[in-house]
């Protein structure tokens, strides 16, 4: 059964086919696929049916992602993938919803839920492309720490080599956030 979160203003839950039209409608924003590594641009109808079956069809052991819901339908998703190896922690929101605690609340809600049900997950996996000062501000606020520097790429810009902030989130650190608020 696919765990359904509450967070601070937003539901997580799966995907639907009602969601692919904001799917289309926020990723074919360049300003958004830009930011993210498996997104082209443009983001096409195809595209988002894809993903919304990629999704109900993922071993929720090692992937799990989340549509995240503002009660008015999906602006935006977040994810957990590699669970049981080269783990990774991501989201995206659509521009309209930018700057207003979305992201945050979403990726305490997935926190908690992942640090309860995956014990043997010792560290959390992220990164945010240089320029995305936002996403980074948003991992720091969840406890992650900057952990280096890489280089990556994103379908929506495939001849470029992007600076990449990687971050690291520890299940120690996790749990003595938590324990001091």
Known sequence: MFPVLKGERVTLR???????????????????SSMLNPVPHPY?????????AFT???????????A?????GLIGAIG???LRGDNSFGYWLGQPFWGRGYASAAGRAVLKFCFAHYPELHELNSYAFRENQASQNVLGKLGFLRTGEATRTSKARPDEQIPSVTFALTRKRYLAEKLDI
Not at 14 to 32: G, H, Q, S, W
Not at 56 to 66: C, L, P, Q, R, V
């Open 56 to 66: 109900a069809s993922s071993d929720m052991d090692d992937t799990i992602n989340w």
């Open 68 to 72: 995240i819901d503002d009660g008015t």
């Open 80 to 82: 957990l993938s590699g």
């Open 14 to 32: 799966a995907f639907t086919k009602e969601d692919i039209p904001n799917l289309v409608r926020y990723l074919d924003n360049f300003k958004v």
């Open 44 to 52: 096409s109808l195809a595209d988002a049916e894809d993903w919304v």
